[in-house]
């Protein structure tokens, strides 16, 4: 072979070699973009599902957030609203405290008489007894015997006195009665107990007597047991019986006995014995 043909045909190899390794070169470009183009596709429905579940739990995240802050917005606005019931509860309170107050001084007024005012801090828990305990004794004065009224009239009377409080009988205990009478017709009888039921007895009564529902008996000072002229109870009904020695009218206290608040006890009289 000659020179210059065995030089051209090195020259053919060097090339065929070139080109067969920029052929492969590009061959394996061409097939990495095609896996890559291959892998993008089966992989964009995945990270756009990771995408929206990355998005559902945080969304899920500041939902449960969301939940937590209305809970504790809520407790908040309930602490709220009954912190300001109780304020209500309380102003209510406090008005109808200033109300009995305002009451209890009207009726000592149009009594004229010298008092002291005291808190009913406890009834009879079994109702055994028609008796109730005030927050005031000796160290305001009490005697035992003292008349104590409520808002409109007559409640009771004082049966023991200790150093800072006091116990007072009932008009409704069977074992106070009280002489009293008809604040129009000045018609005597006794304030009882019958039958559970709270009456008036009237011995000698005339045969045309007529009680209305309403009219007021007061204390009659009958017996030195209470000053004359307390209001005590009024009139419920009232049926004349001819056949009867008493005439009896039942009768209602002028004041709620078992929600008694406040009294105030007549400091003047101090029945004898």
Not at 170 to 178: A, C, E, H
């Amino acid at each position: 072979m000659r020179r210059g043909s065995q030089s051209r045909a090195t020259s053919y190899f060097v090339f065929a070699v070139v080109l067969a390794v920029v052929l492969l070169g590009l061959g394996q470009l061409l097939r990495f973009d095609a896996v890559r183009g291959a892998a993008a596709v089966v992989y964009e429905p995945l990270q756009s599902g990771l995408s929206s579940a990355g998005r559902g739990a945080r969304d899920f995240v500041g939902t449960i957030g969301s939940i937590g802050d209305t809970a504790a917005e809520n407790r908040r606005l309930k602490a709220q609203v009954a912190d300001l019931q109780r304020q209500l509860d309380q102003a209510r309170t406090q008005q109808l405290t200033d109300q009995q107050l305002k009451d209890l001084l009207g009726l000592q007024d149009s009594l004229r008489f010298h008092s002291t005012a005291a808190e009913v801090i406890g009834f009879d828990p079994e109702r055994l007894s028609q008796a109730m305990t005030i927050n005031a004794g000796s160290n305001k004065g009490l005697k035992v015997g003292m008349s104590v009224l409520g808002q409109r009239g007559l409640v009771g009377r004082v049966v023991s006195v200790q150093g800072n409080s006091a116990q007072v009988r009932l008009v409704s205990d069977t074992n106070l009665p009280v002489n009293v009478e008809s604040a129009q017709a000045h018609l005597g009888g006794t304030l009882k107990v019958r039958e559970g039921r709270l009456v008036v007895e009237i011995l000698g009564a005339p045969t045309d007597v007529h009680l209305d529902r309403g009219e007021v008996f007061v204390t009659s000072g009958l017996g030195g047991n209470f000053p004359k002229g307390l209001p005590v109870v009024s009139v419920s009904s009232f049926h004349y019986e001819p056949a009867q020695v008493a005439q009896v009218a039942e009768v209602s206290p002028l004041d709620d006995l078992a929600r008694l608040e406040f009294v105030i006890v007549d400091t003047d009289f101090v029945p004898i014995g």
